[in-house]
């Protein structure tokens, strides 16, 4: 008997503590762009979404290396953008540089196909034009990475200010001033 109580109050408290805290729910979380349908995300609060890894052009890889960007490639269903998208290729950073790894380098994975960009905006449609303030990561022309924790727009975002931040193509692969590149 007494474990019966038990569990009925547990389950009492379970279920209310469900309904205590406020689940972020958001018709906005899905987007229709040019090259589709995206997927983002909303922050703890869930007044702000967030919409990481939209890719803005084409793979740069293959007969597109050494190219200017192209427009992306259409993809069908809903694309997930909660996660950023790969950092560009660079140089690991010289010893005893002023600057460490963790500024340099972003977490997120390293590779050619890099051209992404990311979103912070309020969660509310708004109803007039808000400013916007597009981030290009400093880094030289030689390292760096949009994905970067310092690059983290939120705080933008909660002062009305929808926040873009984007990947491109650094070092070697995006300054590469060859003579038989610039021909074509």
Request: hydrophobic fraction near 45%; glycine fraction near 10%; proline fraction near 8%.
């Amino acid at each position: 008997m007494i474990v019966s109580v038990r569990l009925i109050l547990l389950s009492c408290i379970l279920t209310l503590s469900f309904f205590a805290f406020k689940i972020p729910t958001a018709d906005f979380d899905i987007v229709k762009i040019t090259g589709g349908t995206i997927s983002g995300t909303v922050n703890k609060e869930g007044d702000i979404h967030i919409f990481k890894g939209i890719p803005f052009a084409a793979a740069p890889v293959g007969n597109l290396r050494w190219k200017a960007p192209q427009p992306p490639k259409l993809w069908a269903g809903v694309k997930d953008c909660t996660v950023f998208g790969a950092s560009p290729v660079q140089a690991v950073p010289l010893p005893f540089s002023m600057w460490t790894k963790e500024f340099l380098i972003p977490d997120e994975p390293i590779n050619e196909d890099c051209l992404y960009l990311n979103i912070w905006t309020g969660a509310k449609v708004p109803k007039e034009k808000k400013p916007v303030i597009v981030w290009i990561y400093g880094g030289g022309f030689s390292s760096g990475g949009a994905g970067a924790p310092i690059y983290d727009g939120e705080a933008m975002a909660k002062k009305g200010i929808v926040f873009v931040s984007f990947n491109y193509r650094v070092g070697i692969f995006g300054f590469f001033a060859h003579p038989e590149l610039t021909k074509e």
